[in-house]
């Protein structure tokens, strides 16, 4: 692991918490950023809604899907880092099916042998996780724990925006940012069918096309399901 690049890393994403609230976008390149620094292929954070996990934002749509069934199951990595308070890890085959019976299977099928999942801690509180899958195993060290656990404070904070929230306004909080997503996912199925791509592609079009005209992905989303609006009344 390369100190530098974490320093550089930490440093400029602590620098986004003070721009423009765009939850979505910061927690996507946070997610790029912790993916290049660990050596991880796909990432994703997902946050309490009541008393379930519910996917916020993910690296790819293959991460999107494995981690919509992590939440439909109730079971794997984010939900042990969430209920234990603590970051969790498991390597190979054995160890993913012993942990995960039900989970594990759709995670192998992705292509993934390796996760480490660290909690977003808020008042002595999970609220959500930051996880992150390999195709190769192999054990985290204290060092390397260390700077997950860093980019899950980010994350945390994030998503908060401010410490002071109460519960109540930190559930509305919540509730906006999932929307967020779902309009993520719309603008998705909506690219897919316009430029006839499947929906990784699209997912990638859309990032591409924020990243290009220095847009939100909210505001680039919205564009997307505004202009399909549009047509279906000409």
Do not use: N
């Amino acid at each position: 692991m390369d100190q530098a690049r974490v320093t550089q890393a930490l440093t400029s994403l602590s620098a986004a918490l003070v721009g423009p609230d765009d939850a979505l976008s910061r927690a996507t390149g946070l997610l790029g950023q912790c993916r290049d620094v660990l050596g991880a292929d796909a990432s994703a954070i997902l946050v309490l809604a009541g008393s379930d996990l519910e996917l916020f934002v993910a690296s790819s749509h293959a991460a999107t899907q494995l981690e919509l069934h992590q939440t439909r199951l109730a079971q794997g990595p984010c939900e042990d880092a969430v209920a234990g308070r603590t970051i969790v890890q498991a390597d190979g085959r054995d160890e993913l099916h012993q942990r995960w019976p039900d989970f594990a299977p759709a995670m192998l099928d992705t292509g993934f042998s390796s996760v480490r999942a660290a909690p977003l801690m808020w008042r002595d509180t999970a609220m959500g996780a930051l996880v992150l899958y390999a195709r190769q195993p192999g054990e985290m060290d204290a060092g390397e724990s260390t700077v997950l656990g860093a980019f899950a404070d980010i994350a945390t904070a994030m998503l908060l925006q401010t410490p002071d929230l109460s519960t109540e306004d930190l559930a509305a909080r919540i509730r906006r940012v999932l929307s967020e997503r779902v309009m993520l996912e719309q603008a998705k199925g909506v690219m897919a069918e316009r430029v006839g791509c499947d929906m990784e592609a699209a997912h990638l079009h859309i990032l591409d096309h924020a990243a290009a005209t220095g847009v939100s992905l909210t505001s680039a989303a919205a564009t997307i399901l505004a202009e399909a609006v549009r047509l279906q009344h000409e």
